[in-house]
């Protein structure tokens, strides 16, 4: 199993990057995907969450209205368009197959003018 994150990078606060976490080794439409965060000195949070097919979202308060998780099952690669970046966005970000505790490397998103 693979999990590869990407699309993480410096933004100035209020701009908007998509991140993309590509996924193999397993049936990727059977399973639900999830991104996490994890900022210096904190845990690891839960900030958005799609099931299989792509019809039921989920995301953390924190980020409601700003953040839109997506999936394409034909290119195994689940999405986080993220808009309207605060500081306090600012951590490393990593995709996760649901109810299997299995991590990629991540990718960092740093907001900060």
């Known amino acids: 199993v693979q999990l590869v994150e990407s699309g993480g990078g410096l933004v100035e606060p209020g701009g908007s990057l998509r991140l993309s976490c590509r996924a193999s080794g397993f049936t990727f439409s059977a399973y639900g995907m999830s991104w996490h965060r994890q900022a210096p000195g904190k845990e690891r949070e839960l900030v958005a969450y799609?099931?299989?097919?792509?019809?039921?979202?989920e995301y953390a308060d924190s980020v409601k209205g700003r953040f839109t998780i997506s999936r394409d099952n034909a290119k195994n690669t689940v999405f986080l368009q993220m808009n309207s970046l605060k500081p306090e966005d600012t951590a490393v970000y990593y995709c996760k197959r649901h109810g299997v505790a299995e991590w990629g490397r991540g990718t960092q998103v740093t907001v900060s003018s």
């Open positions: 799609i099931s299989g097919a792509g019809v039921n979202t």
